[in-house]
């Protein structure tokens, strides 16, 4: 049980982050929501589960406004214990058509916001001896894929910068580490497959079993919740000594 302790989930407006959240709330964490779109659902979602719940409109690509979220958060509840980086964006192309702004804005967004948070957050953790610090890379942290230059790099680095906290903090109380999903239907990957069913001319359900048989040999989606399950296990005591690791959930994907 995580009652009493403060967790804040970047981009936990929907999709994985949502479901991280809802699965920190229910065992019995107060939640701070970071994120863009319908914050009161969000909102609503998680506070139905009992706990104290508050949100940060931070845009993780501005530094100062992830500070003013990192210091709102310890003002709102008095520590941050769990700090789960998951604000994170695609843009597909070859990289000579890449366009530069969204370069810099997947570094920024999916990269540099959890050298942001995780900075900020480090000095109350080792104060206190206790901390989990959960990167949401992918498994292109960990294999590529044509066309997503920017993502690829940016998650290879997620993982890099989880191994490299994770050995500063080896001694303590403190641990960092990385979870890895392949394909979770969220609204980051539909619009992957709505991409990809315009551009065959097929189907929603034929797009998705298309897209899955690619990459993923299970065939199935993984879930925000199974996501959620993975990272409690990770804010256990049974986390305690496991440090600086990639660990995907990605239906066989890099076994292959
Ligand atoms: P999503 O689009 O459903 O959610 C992304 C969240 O990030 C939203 O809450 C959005 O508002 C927020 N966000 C976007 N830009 C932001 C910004 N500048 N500042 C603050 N918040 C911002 O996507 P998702 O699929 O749930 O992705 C969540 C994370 O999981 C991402 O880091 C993504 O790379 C990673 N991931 C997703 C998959 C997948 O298959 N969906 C696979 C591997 C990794």
């Not at 779109?37 to 139905?48: E, I, L």
């Not at 292109?140 to 230059?149: E, I, P, T």
Request: aromatic share 6%; proline share 3%.
């Amino acid at each position: 049980m995580l009652t009493g302790k403060t967790a804040l989930v970047t981009g936990s407006t929907s999709g994985i982050g949502l479901g991280l959240a809802l699965g920190l709330a229910r065992s019995g964490a107060n939640v701070m929501l970071n994120g863009f779109g319908d914050v009161a659902s969000a909102r609503a979602a998680v506070a139905a589960l009992g706990g104290r719940v508050a949100y940060h409109g931070a845009d993780m690509s501005k530094p100062a406004e992830i500070e003013a979220m990192v210091h709102g958060c310890i003002a709102e509840f008095g520590a941050l214990d769990i700090l789960v980086n998951n604000a994170g964006i695609q843009h597909v192309a070859n990289i000579e058509d890449f366009p530069v702004e969204r370069w810099d804005a997947i570094i920024a967004i999916n990269l540099s916001s959890a050298f942001h948070t995780t900075r900020l957050a480090l000095p109350g953790m080792k104060q206190r001896n206790w901390g989990r610090v959960i990167n949401i890379a992918s498994v292109h942290g960990l294999v590529a894929s044509a066309q997503k230059s920017a993502y690829v790099t940016a998650k290879h680095g997620l993982v890099g910068f989880t191994k490299t906290a994770a050995l500063e903090c080896a001694t303590t109380a403190i641990t960092h580490n990385a979870i890895c999903p392949g394909w979770v239907l969220t609204p980051l990957v539909q619009k992957q497959v709505d991409a990809r069913a315009a551009q065959a001319g097929i189907g929603d359900e034929e797009a998705k079993r298309q897209l899955l048989a690619e990459k993923q040999p299970s065939l199935q989606f993984t879930t925000p919740e199974q996501l959620a399950e993975l990272a409690l296990f990770l804010c256990s005591p049974a986390g305690d000594n496991i440090r600086g690791v990639a660990w995907n959930v990605d239906g066989g994907w890099v076994a292959q």
